[in-house]
């Protein structure tokens, strides 16, 4: 019986181990593009298609997720591009080329977490395109996408702190911002838009939402030396 026992102990220890090591090697993520011009419109879609986890339905269920974001994109300018070009045809004006491309980056990819921001580009025959950066961060050891509330112990004032550094750097170039900027930062969701690198969390703000057009989407990185004492989970050391 006792031998029984440590065979199992033993075993046990082999799996925990086996587990944390495939989870502390990197995921793989490749690309599948899809590109043509007809028309319509341009495309240019780079999906992101990630593998090696060992949590193989949540990987399944990220991968649905991340070819959806562009395909969304696709179908939406090619609606517009249609509706567009009949309009452009019975009026008598000329037709401009619209266009749907998505790129990603992968700025964390460490312990089982992936960062992978996805940009989105339409441009559907206005003054200029739209840009929108869809934040994508997945724990693939509890198989959840993360707000980001879920990176820090509840009770505490992670937000008061991300808020003041947030406004901290926007006071550094405060010419660049609409007026209202700051009291926008202080209204601060709990699914504000982020994504994780090395150095630290980045939050970040859309076209529109805080500066002009002009401006782009607004980055603010607060370093982990910052945020550690405040966070659930030990991310980059």
């Known amino acids: ?19 944390l090591t495939a989870y502390s090697q990197p995921l793989h993520v490749t690309t599948k593009q899809i590109k043509y011009t007809n028309e319509l419109m341009e495309v240019d879609l780079n999906i992101p298609i990630v593998s090696g986890s060992i949590n193989q339905s949540f990987q399944r269920q990220v ?16 609606k517009q591009a249609r509706e567009n070009m009949a309009i452009s045809k019975k009026e008598g004006f000329p037709y401009r080329l619209h266009a749907a491309v998505s790129n990603y980056e992968v700025t964390y990819n460490q312990h089982g977490i992936l960062s992978i921001p ?46 003041n550094e947030v406004i901290a750097q926007i006071k550094k170039e ?8 700051i ?10 838009p982020y994504y994780i690198t090395s150095d630290g969390i980045v939050i970040y703000y859309g076209l529109y939402e805080i500066a002009p ?24 050391q």
């Open 118 to 163: 996805v940009t989105l580009y339409s441009y559907t025959g206005g003054a200029h395109g739209m840009t929108v950066k869809v934040p994508n961060n997945f724990d693939f050891h509890t198989g959840k996408s993360l707000q980001l509330s879920d990176l820090f112990k509840k009770g505490t004032n992670y937000k008061q702190v991300i808020t």
């Open 174 to 181: 405060n010419d660049l911002y609409f007026d209202n900027a």
């Open 63 to 78: 991968n649905r997720l991340l070819r959806k974001e562009s395909l969304d994109l696709k179908r939406e300018v090619e």
């Open 183 to 192: 009291d926008v930062v202080k209204k601060m969701p709990n699914d504000q």
């Open 213 to 236: 057009y002009a401006a782009g989407i607004r980055e603010f990185l607060i370093p982990f030396s910052t945020l550690r004492p405040y966070m659930k989970t030990k991310l980059a």
């Open 1 to 19: 019986m006792k031998i029984l026992l440590k065979q199992r102990n033993i075993w046990m220890m082999v799996l925990t181990l086996f587990i």
